[in-house]
């Protein structure tokens, strides 16, 4: 049985990573998303995408200790 120690330090580490992989794959789809818009803008959906995606993103901005984008969109938290 292998014996490993799980630290705050390392877990936050480990999570850190992850968050800034997850951050990097968010701006890739957005490109892609930006791309389909393009090819039709008139079409709301599109907006409608990013305004829940926006909702999301100001929560996790609030999580992180700033609720600029809260107040921004005028959400609660």
């Given at each position: ?39 039709q803008p008139g079409d709301w959906s599109y907006a409608g995408d990013l305004g829940r995606v926006n909702e ?22």
């Amino acid at each position: 049985m292998k014996n490993t120690t799980k630290t705050a330090a390392t877990d936050y580490s480990q999570r850190a990573a992850i968050t800034k992989d997850l951050l990097k794959r968010i701006a890739g789809r957005l490109s892609e998303h930006q791309a389909r818009h393009a090819a039709q803008p008139g079409d709301w959906s599109y907006a409608g995408d990013l305004g829940r995606v926006n909702e999301q993103l100001a929560q996790v901005l609030a999580a992180l200790g700033d609720r600029s984008g809260i107040q921004e969109l005028g959400l609660r938290y």
